[in-house]
């Protein structure tokens, strides 16, 4: 078994607040991207890590991974990103050599997967799922709304059942070849990577998540993950 993992890096994380790309800020002294990196590398199934860089930050990228301590028995690639997440981790799995079976996609803005979690996604996959996702139950409710007719305030729509509702993390794991079919032959936009293997028609399975494999996504965030490194350092 070869397992890869692709890492899009390549956003600029607007919604984190004006500064350097998001996966180029620092959390307790090291970048968001060598901790997301790291939490991979720390699973003995993989293999290559491939970083997809902001589409001009390829070779700030690079020197970051060699300014960093990473296991030795993991390879390391970098190449440019796109315009979207899809468009970025589709120029990752265009860089993958040959002999590749199993693949996971993980956002750089998820620092601090537990490795088990890694693990559990590629047990599904081995076992015989062509696409895993890890995720959570919600804590809040979720509505469907609407624009209103006549402007002013959404109106809502729907209420779907909570308890049938999953919010998704990654990594998000794939028989290769799945997900690089799902990237030639989905069309228009989809939020993440198993939602386009959801459109070829084929089965996605779910493994449990875990509270801290969640996004930085803003200001608030970065709090959060300065605590659970405390935590982990205490
Ligand atoms: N990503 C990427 N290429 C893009 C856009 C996003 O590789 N063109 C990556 C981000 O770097 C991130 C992951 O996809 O690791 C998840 O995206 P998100 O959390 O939305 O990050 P950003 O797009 O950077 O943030 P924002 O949407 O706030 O700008
Ligand atoms: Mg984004």
Redesign the pocket.
């Known amino acids: 078994h070869r397992t890869a993992v692709v890492i899009?890096?390549?956003?600029?994380?607007?919604?984190?607040g004006p500064g350097a790309?998001?996966?180029l800020r620092m959390l307790s002294g090291t970048p968001i991207l060598v901790h997301a990196v790291r939490a991979m590398a720390a699973s003995r199934a993989v293999s290559l890590v491939v970083v997809?860089a902001p589409p001009d930050g390829a070779p700030e990228v690079k020197r970051l991974l060699d300014e960093h301590s990473l296991p030795e028995r993991t390879d390391y690639l970098v190449v440019p990103?796109?315009?979207?997440?899809q468009?970025?981790?589709r120029l990752g799995l265009e860089a993958l050599p040959e002999g590749i079976d199993t693949v996971l996609v993980h956002?750089?803005?998820r620092p601090l997967v537990p490795v088990d979690t890694v693990d559990s996604v590629v047990a599904a996959v081995r076992e015989g799922a062509v696409a895993v996702v890890p995720a959570l139950p919600l804590a809040d409710t979720v509505k469907e709304v609407a624009p209103s007719p006549g402007g002013g305030p959404e109106r809502v729509v729907a209420t779907p059942e909570r308890a049938r509702l999953r919010a998704v993390q990654t990594p998000q794991g794939f028989a290769h070849a799945t997900l690089a079919r799902a990237h030639r032959e989905v069309a228009g936009a989809v939020t993440d990577d198993a939602g386009m293997v959801e459109a070829l028609g084929l089965d996605v399975v779910v493994v449990p998540g875990h509270e801290e494999a969640f996004?930085v996504?803003r200001p608030l965030d970065l709090v959060l993950a300065e605590a659970v490194l405390a935590r982990r350092r205490a």
């Open positions: 899009p890096a390549a956003g600029r994380g607007v919604r984190l790309p998001k996966a997809v990103g796109g315009e979207s997440r468009e970025s981790v956002d750089a803005a996004k996504t």
